[in-house]
């Protein structure tokens, strides 16, 4: 079994291509059933207050100092990286905010088995729907019902400020740990890592590592055995 552990974030474009990405690579891996897949929680901006909302445009223009019409052509860029994958995106309109509630949900989705579906449905939310998904908390509880959890134990979740919020905490103090300091960020194995929404081709190339450099006794050399099917029998191919 190998294990591959992703940091991301919802606010992350580069997460939800480089999920699509990954997933490219896994489908088409041999071992793939025999790979499991965890996500765990990186806030782009944790200094953001609860509840907050705002444009992403505006937004990206402020910190990186360039102009909104700079910005907004780098949503456009971001936008055909998706479409050329089959992914939809929406290039203007979209908001920002606060994830840490977003990332407690992706916690209590992973308790349910539909950590990888609450994943999903946030991220369509996020890029592929005009409805604003930060700061709105019936959104939030929609695109979890969508996901396959039960309503009134995501609105439990959500109304418990302490609800998994320690294990978003280890989660982005492992990241700072590891020195991952930007998302998407994959793991393979605790050994190998991966930085960045990569081609599928270097997610191939992690996995067939990953995968070949498992614990386990190598192989010197290789004679008669005796199996479920009998013994090899001396100067023969068959077995008796």
């Keep these: 079994m190998t294990t591959v552990e992703v940091w991301t974030d919802i606010n992350c474009p580069f997460c939800y291509l480089g999920k699509a990405r990954f997933e490219e690579a896994l489908a088409d891996f041999p071992h793939r059933d025999d790979v499991q897949v965890v996500h765990k929680s990186f806030e782009l901006d944790p200094t953001l207050p609860p509840g907050s909302s705002g444009p992403v445009v505006p937004a990206i223009a402020a910190k990186y100092g360039i102009t909104v019409d700079q910005a907004a052509a780098n949503e456009r860029g971001i936008g055909a990286q998706a479409a050329a994958m089959g992914l939809p995106y929406q290039t203007s309109g979209r908001d920002m905010g606060n994830s840490f509630d977003m ?24 890029f592929a729907e005009p409805e604003p998904v930060f700061g709105d ?40 740990a590891l020195g991952a300091n930007g998302v998407p960020f994959f793991v393979f194995d605790g050994k190998y890592a991966v930085s960045g929404a990569q081609p599928p081709e ?26 479920p099917d009998g013994c090899a029998v001396p100067g023969s191919a068959t077995a008796q």
């Excluded at 908390?137 to 609105?155: C, F, I, P, Q, W």
């Design 103 to 126: 990332h407690r949900l992706l916690h209590y989705a992973l308790d349910q088995g539909k950590q990888e579906a609450m994943l999903d449905a946030l991220y369509e939310g996020n």
């Design 137 to 176: 908390t019936e959104r939030l509880v929609a695109l979890a019902v969508r996901a396959g959890l039960d309503e009134n134990s995501v609105r439990a979740v959500l109304a418990d400020p302490d609800a998994y919020a320690d294990a978003v905490r280890r989660d982005e103090a492992e990241a700072a």
């Design 202 to 227: 270097m997610f191939t190339q992690a996995l067939n590592t990953a995968w070949n450099d498992r614990p386990g006794p190598q192989l010197l050399a290789d004679g008669d055995t005796c199996g």
